[in-house]
Every structure is written in C-alpha cells, then in structure tokens.
C-alpha cells in the first residue's frame, strides 16, 4: 500500500506542478490513509486467522483419519473390530474391502496370521439372510477340528452385533445328536469338517439347499489331507448359484484343480508377500548334534522361561514320548495329536492358553487351527516335509503384530535339506548353536533378579513380625550373601539345562570335480563284482543279482515275483513288521497274503508286493495319507528291485 501511494505522488510531480495543501487536507489526507492501512491490517488478520482455522480442520481431518484406520470395513462392524482391539485393517483385510464392489468368487492367497477369517467375514456380510430358508446360507468348511471351531469364534464376534445372525461349528470326535439338536435351529453360518458335514447332509439332518455363499479354509491341506471325496460329495448337495471362496497359504496344482471346479470367474486376491508375512518371525537355524536334539529341546525351553513354546515332532508316538520325558523333567508340557478325544484335546489348548502349561508338544495336522497370540517360540524337532508346511508351522507365532521366533533343529546330515526348505520358503535364517548351560543359568539369574525387583516395587509395606524376622536373618550374615541366597531359591532348579558339545561347523563347498576323458580309460566290468567299499568296486545297485546281499554289503535280494517298495518310516519312529503290514495293508486296500519280506531299518523299512497288483498299488499310496500323511511310499529304484516269476 505504502508502494502505491509512492507511485502517485511520483507520477503528479513528473506530470504537472504540485498543489498547494492546507493543514485542513494534509490532516484529512493523514486520516484517510490510516483508516486504509487499518482496513487493510483488518482484513490481513482475518485471512490469517482463516489459514489457521482451515489448518486446524485439516490437521484434524487427518487426525480423525489417523485414529479411524478401520474406515474401509463395513460399518456396521467396525464397533466389534475396535472392542476386538483392532486399531486399522491387515493388507489381506483392505484388499477383499476393495474387491467387494465386484461381488464376484474370491481366491485368495494369504500366509498363516495374516488375518484372512476376518477378511473372509467382509467378503461373507451381504449374504447372511435369506427370506426362506430351512439351513444355513453360509458354509463354511475346514480341515480340522482345532481350525473349525476358531473359525466359529472368530465369525461370531466380528457377527455379534447383527441382529438375527448366529453361528455354529459340527466336527468330528464330538456328540453327533447334540450337534442335530443345534442345527435344528438354523444357523445363518455353519462351519464344520468335510467328514462331519458330509454325515449331517446325507442323514438328513443339514439341508444346504440355502447356500448362497460357500468357503474352502485351508485348501491345500485339506486335499493333503485326503478331503477330496468328501468334498465332491458336499458339492452334489449345494445349489449352483452361490459364491464360492477360496482360501489357501499356496496354489499347488491339485488346489487350482479344486478351485476352478468350485469358482466362476474368481478374483485373484494376494495378502503379504511370502517376505511381508515373515516379517514378525526372526527364523533360526540351530545346528546340533545328531544324538543331542532332547537336550536342545530342553534348553530352548529353559532359555525361553515362562513363554508359551510349540514344540513339533513327526509322529503321534513323539508327541507323548517327548511331553512324557520334558514333564518327568520338570517341565509342564502336554501332547496335541490326532489320537486324542476331543474333550481331552480342548482340555488340553486351554490349559495352553490359559497359562497351566507353558509347551505344547503337536503333529503338524494336529496344530492346524492353533491361534494362541502370545506363542513365541515354535521349535522344529523334526524337520517339516516341505516349505509349505514350514510356513504353517511357523505361522504359529508372530500372530498379531507381536514378534515370535521360529527355531529348526539340525543335525549335520539333514542341513541339505532344511536350506532347501528355507530356499524355498524365501527366508534367510539366522545361524546358531542351541544355548549353552552358562548362557541358560545367566538368563535364569536375570529373571530372577527382574522379579525380586518387581515385588520390591509393587509389595505392601512389610509388617513389624516380618521387619523383626529379616532383621532376625541379617544378624551375623552378610546381606548380599543372604539376598544370594534367595534369589537362587526363585530360580528354576527343577530341570537342569544340559552341557552340549560346540556345534558342528558347516561342511566345506567341496569344489567341483574335473575329469579328463583320456585320463578315465574304459570301465573294467571286472569291478562289478568286486566287494563293497575295496578299491575299484561299483556300487552296489550295479554289482550282479546274485551278489547282492542284506546289510552293510548291499540291499536284500527280492523275491521271485515281488517288486520292492519303500516306505520312510523305521525304527527309529516305532516301526516294526506288524506295524508296517498293517499300515500297507490299509493304505493300499490290499489284502496281506500278497505282501512279501518285510526289512527295517533305523530310518526307512522296504517291502516286497506281488506283481500281479504292484503297479495299481503303486499309483493307490501316492495319495497323501490322511491318518499319517507324513509316510511316503515309492518304488525302490535299483537293479534286482523287481524280479518277474519265470515262465514254468
């Protein structure tokens, strides 16, 4: 404004001769001008206070943004979301919010804890009611018990404030006429096992003619598991206008085979990444030695203290022998495993989740369903079978947000294969050796002394009978020494941590052979027979038929008649020949009359099968077993391992 009134007076001195003024017009000039400037520091002041009121509502648009992360769920559940302690939505959770719109079938590929039940109920919530129905409209099926019934829970809360709107869970191992007795009253969810579902429909007792909405949990375990003809069966049932979803940690052929039968023109939906979903889960490799795994078992355990701990083993057998020996040692531990009744198997997670027991010992299909947040270590005695079963294991912990540790021992003869896993599971371990007893006594020692500090803090003031009784103990004695004393009477001397062997280091890359051709000369074929382990010898599948013998000097020779199988269970799991015939016999649907020799051995048995239904037995056990899906079954390959009758 100043500028501008300069700017005048300039252009009336250039362009004609100034006025005379008067005091009179030189005071009402000053006035005019003030009052000006005044309108214009006004109008200044205002448009300040303007820019601070807009950003005051913009920094609490943000702020209202910030503290309503939870905007993208429907909002008829986000008050359960938020007393269920959610504070904003998964990336699984925003991206079946955003598929919505489509109102299509979902496939959806999401890791173990990634929050995908809550996803599912997003994608689920237009389709609960139907104006008549005599079943339910919503279908929910899963692999096992465990999984079902936290499906069930997880549903139910996030469905509480809906009017008219309940849920049920049928399975196996439970009372089959209670069960009747609660379908009766219509679920508008029903979510059950393939098997249980399968007899309540062909009973009469389930009509899913009202199905508009069905969901497949954990889909590749359940063909592992050997659903598949119960799920077949469970479709014949389901009316053809539905929408089906479609849940798996991995899409392996058979499961892209199940999906493209159940979906029309599904939506592919990816959560975390393999990397993303590691995330909360620091992943260890822990080398030991091969005769030293309980003790590194009881370590981790003892380093670890009062922290909910998953222990898996291969076999139903391992889970009791291992929880039987951590109790005998002093240490709560309990089995988890398919043999158990299912009043025994709820007893025994909510003794879990409730504190009384601090180590679960479980099969790997009996762990399925397992959502306890606060497990924060899960210890591979036996390495898993696969990376897909890994990541299942290990998504046992790291669940909500909150950090877990998946540790997998390894003895020196199997680190090929579990760096196989972890190449293939995408994760980059952390190498390490098992606690030593120095290490394990020091952290006792610590949490020891964090306590005593803490009841220091927190107690009530001592009464004069104590005060007189401590003044008692510190007379002649030295207090630190008292004060050591007690302090090692709160440690945890039940179980004594074990003095393991230095790790062993890892092998040496060997460097890749060379060989001139004009150095190798031709094979003597002399050698063949020569004995195993002398130089010069072939191995053994290449030594003459006839020279082949049982033990250290080459495989048994088979049977005139008989092909020759293996199966990777030994003694040293339980095997025995009864056993091993009973198993074959069930898996294969053959009858025992056209089973041969039967051989064991510590880690694998072999055994011999009439030639005459070799081959349809052969295809029969490449099936996954579903009451030991961790046995696998194969043609020994070798010279001499099928022997065809001679013409008589």
């Given at each position: 404004m100043n500028f501008e009134?300069?700017?005048?007076?300039?252009?009336?001195?250039?362009?004609?001769?100034?006025?005379?003024?008067?005091?009179?017009?030189?005071?009402?000039?000053?006035?005019?001008?003030d009052a000006a400037e005044h309108d214009h520091a006004d109008a200044d002041e205002a448009e300040a206070e303007a820019d601070v009121e807009n950003g005051d509502d913009e920094r609490a648009d943000e702020q209202a943004d910030e503290q309503n992360?939870?905007?993208?769920?429907?909002?008829?559940?986000?008050?359960?979301?938020?007393?269920?302690?959610?504070?904003?939505?998964?990336?699984?959770?925003?991206?079946?919010?955003?598929?919505?719109?489509?109102?299509?079938?979902?496939?959806?590929?999401?890791?173990?804890?990634?929050?995908?039940?809550?996803?599912?109920?997003?994608?689920?919530?237009?389709?609960?009611?139907?104006?008549?129905?005599?079943?339910?409209?919503?279908?929910?099926?899963?692999?096992?018990?465990?999984?079902?019934?936290?499906v069930k829970d997880e549903l139910g809360w996030l469905f509480a404030d809906l009017r008219d709107v309940n849920c049920e869970v049928v399975t196996g191992g439970t009372n089959i006429e209670r069960e009747r007795m609660r379908l009766r009253r219509r679920p508008n969810v029903l979510v059950g096992t393939p098997g249980r579902l399968l007899d309540h429909a062909r009973r009469g007792g389930l009509d899913l003619s009202a199905v508009q909405q069905l969901v497949l949990d954990e889909a590749d375990q359940m063909l592992d598991l050997g659903f598949k003809d119960e799920l077949d069966a469970i479709l014949d049932h389901l009316p053809e206008q539905r929408r089906t979803h479609l849940v798996s940690a991995t899409f392996p052929p058979m499961v892209l085979d199940l999906a493209d039968r159940f979906q029309q023109a599904p939506l592919e939906i990816a959560g975390a990444g393999v990397g993303e979903a590691h995330a909360d889960i620091e992943h260890v490799a822990c080398r030991i030695h091969s005769r030293e795994t309980y003790q590194a078992v009881v370590n981790l355990l003892l380093m670890t203290g009062e922290e909910r701990t998953l222990v898996f083993v291969r076999t139903r057998?391992?889970?009791?022998?291992?929880?039987?020996?951590?109790?005998?040692?002093?240490?709560?531990?309990?089995?988890?495993?398919?043999?158990?009744?299912?009043?025994?198997?709820?007893?025994?997670?909510?003794a879990f989740k409730n504190g009384t027991i601090r180590t679960l010992v479980a099969t790997d299909v009996a762990a399925r369903g397992i959502d306890v947040p606060s497990v924060?270590?899960?210890?591979?005695?036996?390495?898993?079978?696969?990376?897909?079963?890994?990541?299942?294991?290990?998504?046992?912990?790291?669940?909500?947000?909150?950090?877990?540790?998946?540790?997998?021992?390894?003895?020196?003869?199997r680190a090929g294969r579990c760096k196989r896993i972890y190449r293939e599971a995408d994760v980059e371990p952390r190498w390490a050796s098992p606690p030593t007893a120095e290490a394990i006594r020091g952290k006792?020692?610590?949490?020891?002394?964090?306590?005593?500090?803490?009841?220091?803090?927190?107690?009530?003031?001592?009464?004069?009978?104590?005060?007189?009784?401590?003044?008692?103990?510190?007379?002649?004695?030295?207090?630190?020494?008292?004060?050591?004393?007690?302090?090692?009477?709160?440690?945890?001397?039940?179980?004594?941590?074990?003095?393991?062997?230095?790790?062993?280091?890892?092998?040496?890359?060997?460097?890749?052979?060379?060989?001139?051709?004009?150095?190798?000369?031709?094979?003597?074929?002399?050698?063949?027979?020569?004995r195993r382990g002398t130089p010069g010898a072939a191995p053994s599948w290449q030594q003459p038929r006839g020279e082949q013998r049982h033990g250290d000097d080459g495989p048994r020779g088979v049977e005139e008649g008989f092909t020759r199988f293996r199966i990777n269970w030994g003694t040293r799991d339980g095997a025995d020949a009864r056993r091993i015939l009973a198993h074959v016999c069930r898996r294969g649907d053959i009858n025992s009359r056209l089973i041969g020799s039967?051989?064991?051995?510590?880690?694998?048995?072999?055994?011999?099968?009439?030639?005459?239904i070799a081959n349809a037995f052969g295809k029969r056990v490449q099936v996954r077993d579903r009451r030991d899906p961790h046995l696998f079954i194969k043609p020994e390959r070798y010279a001499g391992a099928t022997r065809t009758r001679q013409s008589r």
């Open positions: 009134a300069d700017g005048s007076t300039e252009t009336e001195d250039r362009g004609m001769p100034a006025a005379e003024l008067s005091d009179s017009d030189i005071d009402a000039t000053t006035a005019e001008t992360d939870l905007a993208g769920a429907p909002e008829v559940l986000q008050p359960a979301l938020r007393r269920r302690g959610f504070e904003s939505l998964t990336t699984i959770q925003r991206a079946v919010v955003d598929a919505e719109q489509a109102h299509r079938d979902l496939r959806i590929s999401s890791q173990t804890g990634s929050g995908k039940t809550v996803a599912i109920g997003f994608a689920l919530l237009d389709g609960l009611h139907a104006e008549e129905r005599n079943g339910p409209t919503t279908l929910v099926i899963a692999p096992t018990r465990e999984l079902a019934m936290q057998e391992d889970t009791a022998r291992m929880a039987d020996k951590l109790a005998g040692d002093g240490i709560a531990a309990m089995p988890l495993n398919g043999d158990l009744a299912q009043a025994q198997r709820t007893r025994t997670l909510n924060t270590m899960v210890i591979h005695v036996e390495p898993p079978i696969d990376s897909a079963t890994y990541v299942h294991r290990s998504g046992r912990t790291g669940r909500a947000g909150q950090k877990g540790r998946s540790v997998m021992l390894i003895p020196k003869a006792q020692l610590e949490r020891a002394e964090a306590a005593a500090l803490h009841t220091l803090q927190t107690a009530p003031v001592a009464t004069p009978q104590r005060r007189a009784a401590a003044a008692n103990l510190l007379r002649e004695r030295d207090p630190v020494e008292v004060v050591a004393v007690l302090l090692g009477r709160t440690m945890n001397d039940a179980c004594k941590p074990f003095e393991l062997k230095p790790s062993p280091a890892p092998a040496p890359k060997r460097a890749p052979r060379t060989f001139e051709r004009d150095d190798r000369g031709p094979r003597d074929s002399g050698t063949l027979g020569a039967i051989s064991l051995s510590e880690n694998s048995s072999t055994f011999d099968v009439d030639d005459r």
